[in-house]
């Protein structure tokens, strides 16, 4: 069975730091693309960064570009968020999703999600 | 604010059948970009219910359907049921963007 469980979530300040992780466990981690995706309290689902597999290409979402990165540890099966110089907007829970390709990819399954919390 | 623009809410009583929209544009859904539809139970975590356009994961039970036509799509729920009160979101991709894209979401009610 394909599990995500993500960690790292917590209080933080504005301007301050965080590293979320995801556990992957139940298929070959190193072939899939990852992503984060996040939904903010009050509002919708919210794309926000991708990497591939084994060659580690990125892409983020705009309103992250610059102070969120996307990594990962192939060996360990686990993805990373790390998010430096967070605003209040980042509040949201994060999810880190397995992609499975499409024109476009689409995301299956998602972990639990992590809560992240940007107030002073 | 979305490409892709849901109808914050729809509503029915059981055992009825709503449907929500998701409008896009030609850069988008009219681009022949395929629509893939999430259902977020309250407290829970996402969970794909349809793929390319109109494909079931299996689980997912078959009055859930999705279709797609010009720079739109639709999801419909047929014999709503108490457990289908959800949020759900249409996904696709914009050629401006990067990324990925999902709708505004729509808050489906059992009323």
């Known amino acids: 069975e394909v599990q995500l469980l993500e960690s790292g979530g917590g209080l933080v300040q504005p301007g301050g730091s965080l590293r979320l992780s995801c556990a992957a466990s139940?298929?070959?981690?190193?072939?899939?693309?990852m992503n984060w995706v996040r939904r903010a309290p009050g509002k919708g689902l919210e794309w926000v960064s991708y990497?591939?597999?084994?060659?580690?290409?990125?892409k983020y979402a705009d309103s992250v570009k610059g102070r969120f990165t996307i990594s990962r540890d192939n060996s360990k099966k686990t993805l990373f968020l790390q998010m430096n110089n967070v605003r209040v907007e980042d509040t949201a829970i994060y999810y880190c999703?397995?992609?499975?390709?499409?024109?476009?990819?689409?995301?299956?399954?998602w972990g639990q999600g992590t809560l992240v919390t940007v107030s002073a | 604010q979305s490409v892709l623009t849901q109808p914050p809410s729809v509503s029915g009583a059981p055992g009825q059948r709503v449907t929500i929209s998701c409008t896009g544009s030609?850069?988008?859904?009219?681009?022949?970009?395929?629509v893939h539809w999430y259902q977020q139970v309250p407290g829970r975590a996402p969970k794909l219910l349809i793929f390319?356009?109109?494909n079931r994961p299996s689980g997912v039970p078959d009055r859930f359907s999705g279709s797609k036509s010009g720079t739109s799509a639709s999801l419909a729920i047929t014999g709503l049921q108490a457990e289908d009160e959800a949020d759900y979101y249409c996904?696709?991709?914009?050629?401006?963007?990067?990324?990925?894209?999902f709708g505004t979401g729509t808050k489906v009610t059992v009323l």
């Open positions: 999703a397995k992609t499975v390709y499409g024109t476009p990819n689409w995301f299956d399954p």
């Open positions: 139940g298929f070959a981690f190193s072939n899939y693309a």
């Open positions: 990497i591939t597999g084994s060659d580690g290409d990125t």
């Open positions: 030609s850069s988008n859904i009219g681009a022949g970009y395929d």
């Open positions: 390319t356009n109109n």
């Open positions: 996904q696709s991709k914009d050629s401006s963007l990067s990324g990925s894209v």
